[in-house]
């Protein structure tokens, strides 16, 4: 589902691949919700940890 994304992801592609707003994917990264990489100021999410919450979500959402 996410092959056309980078490995390492942006804040900005991270909601893209949701497709939801920026303010909600910084939500997700603040709250811890979305494992992430502090790189200075920079924020990184790791493709693997996008898609392990994906999957948790879709599996909470089926409950």
């Avoid at 490995?7 to 992430?36: F, P």
């Avoid at 100021?41 to 409950?63: G, H, Q």
């Amino acid at each position: 589902m996410f092959e056309e994304y980078p490995d390492i992801m942006t804040t900005l592609q991270v909601a893209e691949a949701l497709r939801i707003g920026r303010s909600s994917a910084y939500n997700l990264i603040n709250s811890k919700s979305l494992a992430h990489i502090r790189i200075g100021t920079l924020i990184r999410v790791p493709k693997k940890c996008l898609i392990d919450y994906y999957e948790k979500a879709i599996e909470a959402s089926t409950r």
